[in-house]
């Protein structure tokens, strides 16, 4: 037991005096917006869409903005990127003649108002315009939208990825990296072998074999449960219709949704980001699903388990049993879980309170 006026040194995180964040134990946001900027000029500038097909030329300029917000937290060696951006690049076309002629040249804009951790795993809205509206000006805009459309996604894909990594903080991460501790001289070996020949393992072969098959035992980890109560203020058959219904689910989503009512029918949700079928129905009572999301690594589902209970008329208590999330995307963004637990409160539950009037 420590002193008085001591702290137990087992409980307590040292101030190093060479100010090392030891295994990103502390928690440290860096801000990337400026490292954004440079990223996106440096994968745009000057990119080739079309160099003479159909007599078209056209090619990105530059970068005119990259405004919001973009950070990497990291919390023990784990990586959090958040960030939600507002890019705007300018593009110019110029279209020629049989003959080589230059019959235009116009320049134009492409706008991607919100590209955000949430929807790393979707393709963000792009917007094309051009300031020649003529015929020979929307052919190169036509142009730009079919060959550029998928450039530009691909690019956009690349820096998700890299903030995924760590964005700027990537080579910091893997230079504070501690490397493991080797055996001291002059420490017990691992096996030594008696005059008979028969070896005798010693207590640090034992030590490390619980070791290693604690590493192997790690590596089945990477997965949480979601749980959550609610309250509404509705009869438990009439929540069960809506969570059943998609029509229903299309009105307070405000997004396409296809649900079968059989047990093993499939279902598809929030424009078909989450799929899955159904396992076990009972009519104003249970709902049990497995639940995929389009943002996950292959091979992975989820199991969703809904318990309504009707304590009294009208009162209609909902437990929410999520398991088999998995704690990073295919990106390798570690926000899953959170956004699934957010999804279920403010995109669902709480929608349907707003929307069929079931009490806050």
Known sequence: MAKFGEGDKRWIVEDRPDGTNVHNWHWSETNCLEWSRNFFTKQFSGVVILSGEGNLFIKVNKIEKVEGEAYVNVRKGKIIPGYELNVSLSWE????DSDGKTLLKADGLVDMPYISDENADEDPEIRFSVKDDGPIGRTLKEAMVKKGKSIILEKVRVYVEAMAKGGPCRDELESKKVAPKSVAAGSAPVAVEKSGGAPVVSAAAVETKVVK????AKTKEGFKTITMTEKFNCR?????????????????TQSNAKISKDVNGPISVFDGSVTGMNLELEEGKLIVQKWRFGSWPDGLDSTVKIVFEEPQ????????????????????????????????????????????????
């Open 93 to 96: 076309g110029e279209a020629k």
């Open 213 to 216: 098959e604690k590493k192997k």
């Open 236 to 252: 438990a058959r009439d929540l069960y219709e809506i969570l059943m219904d998609e029509n229903r689910w299309k009105g307070f």
């Open 313 to 360: 008329p009208g009162v209609t208590i909902v437990n929410l049993t999520h398991t088999d999330v998995p704690e990073e995307d295919r990106y390798g963004n570690a926000t899953v879980v959170e956004n699934t637990e957010r999804g279920w409160r403010d995109l669902i539950f709480h929608r349907i309170r707003a929307v069929f009037g079931f009490g806050i």
